[in-house]
């Protein structure tokens, strides 16, 4: 029998959740991903779900303009499509209450929302609004998922829930001392140490804080690669020329980033809030050390390679220290992927997990 799972997403993800999904989508099973999310012209994520044999349906972003035409909208879809879904697996609080009502009402028996922040938006506004949907909508909800045990308690409470961890294919980010040498070569950092950071060019990921990081060490030998995009681009374009911050390089949304990770020393997160960063695995599949934030889950650390520190404006220095620290540790790179297998990362075990979940659910009912 198919397991027909309608996945909603508040837009098309370029990254985090989409790479979520993507990653567990098994043709070698009898479970089929639908999607519906609000489309973007820089992500490839609904074409990829078509490739792979499921079906996308568009839906306006939702803000206070396109407020009565997404809940209607949704009403609408379920009415005429409720029949074909065993699972809805909502991912976003924004769009989490009006999906979690209408399933309800037509009839789809298991309604799973998934936790994959500490916060429900980086605005303080839409924070409040979100918090107060998703507390609103887990009464409609039977099941309740999340990317760790952080992000779980936090929009759970006492609630039980289960972790679904983020997996990623352990054996793709493994480090590779040829494609090291080459991309280093090609951005110019053969002599020097390269401090990288990863993933969106947002107000929640705090990039702004590894500009303040790179002023204290401009006179150092180290190296800023910024590589992701985002909303908050052009503020970070703009105080690199403002204050001449020469030791930063923003790299841009690339296609591999796994090359990247190749070419870094460390990597740093200094998100002001997050849940389980995939980021973060991938980084420790390739053997990097991090520096993150103390607001990220501790349960990331898998190498045992990963400093956690404030984000104050006091502890700058700190961060600085805790650089030069990971530096300063002999590192063998080489088999670290190995132990994020052996801790159940690879793709290979999470794909299972969700899906046996899935199966399982489905039975219970």
């Known amino acids: 029998m198919t397991i027909r799972v309608l996945q909603v997403l508040g837009r098309e993800p370029v990254g985090g959740v989409g790479t979520f999904i993507k990653n567990n989508i098994d043709n070698s099973t009898n479970i089929v991903f639908d999607v519906i999310d609000s489309p973007s012209k820089k992500s ?9 044999g499921g079906k996308v349906f568009s839906f306006p972003a939702l803000n206070a303009h396109e407020m009565f035409s997404y809940w209607k909208q949704t009403y609408d879809f379920y ?35 998934h936790a994959h922040n500490v916060r429900y938006s980086d605005s303080f506004v839409k924070e409040i609004r979100n918090a107060l949907l998703v507390k609103i909508a887990l009464f409609f909800t039977t099941d309740f998922l999340a990317c760790g045990e952080l992000a779980g308690r936090v929009n759970y409470g006492k609630k039980f829930f289960t972790v679904i961890k983020n997996g990623i294919d352990a054996n793709y980010f493994k480090f590779e001392i040829k494609t090291r040498e080459r991309m280093r070569k090609k951005y110019n950092v053969e002599k020097k140490i390269v401090v990288g950071y990863v993933g969106t060019l947002s107000k929640i990921k705090n990039v702004t804080y590894i500009l303040q990081i790179a002023e204290n060490m401009r006179d150092t030998k180290i190296q800023f690669m910024i590589v992701g995009d985002g909303n908050e681009r052009q503020k970070i374009v703009n105080l690199i020329k403002q204050k001449n911050i020469k030791n930063v390089q ?48 501790s349960t990331i650390d898998i190498s045992g390679k990963v400093v956690f520190e404030g984000i104050a404006k006091k502890n700058l220095y700190q961060w600085q220290k805790n650089i030069e620290y990971c530096i300063s540790k002999p590192n063998n790179r080489i088999e670290a992927y190995l132990k994020i297998k052996q801790h159940g990362y690879d793709i290979s075990q999470t794909k299972y997990e969700l899906s046996s979940y899935y199966a399982a659910t489905m039975k219970k009912r």
């Open 44 to 52: 490839g994520f609904n074409k990829f779900i078509e490739e792979k």
């Open 79 to 113: 009415k005429k499509n409720a029949e074909y879904y065993d699972i809805v697996h909502v991912h976003s609080p924004a769009v989490v209450l009006p999906h979690m009502i209408f399933a309800t009402l037509f009839g789809i028996k298991i309604r799973i929302y």
């Open 250 to 297: 923003l790299i841009g949304r690339v296609e591999n980033v796994q090359k990247f990770y190749n070419a870094f020393d460390v990597l740093i997160l200094p998100s002001l809030s997050e849940g389980f960063p995939m980021v973060a695995i991938e980084a420790q599949s390739n053997g990097l050390p991090l520096v993150v934030s103390k607001r990220i889950d």
